[in-house]
């Protein structure tokens, strides 16, 4: 954003949030959260879309990383991780029936990973 202050002459200019392959799955919620965020900041950004090149958007596997990699990208709050951690013990995708706890935080989290991936038209 500093550069943005720094370079009034670029304020009008079209912005476009791009990638190409995996960066597909980063760029609609990067552009999502500008989106949202030029309601609260001055300058705005003149946010017209996004750009991708042969995306991956829905990376599908079965493996317990997407936890991690939600807290580590901010796209979940601690507390929710640390919540899954401490009732999952590391198991998000093969959930224990009788493990309550575990299952009602991973719906949750589930819940808010469907929020973070809409990305309305612009």
Not at 27 to 49: E, F, Q
């Amino acid at each position: 954003m500093v550069w943005l202050i720094d370079l009034p002459q670029l304020l009008s200019n079209p912005f476009y949030v791009g990638g190409d392959s995996y960066t597909g799955i980063v760029v609609l919620p990067l552009t999502l959260v500008i989106s949202k965020g030029n309601k609260d900041v001055v300058p705005h950004i003149n946010l017209r879309g996004y750009i991708l090149g042969n995306p991956v958007i829905v990376r599908k596997t079965n493996d317990n990383s997407k936890v991690p990699y939600a807290h580590r990208m901010n796209l979940i709050p601690t507390r929710l991780y640390e919540l899954l951690r401490s009732n999952c013990k590391g198991e998000y995708e093969n959930v224990e029936p009788d493990s309550m706890e575990c299952m009602k935080r991973v719906a949750a989290f589930k819940k808010n990973q469907s929020l973070v991936n809409y990305v309305p038209f612009l």
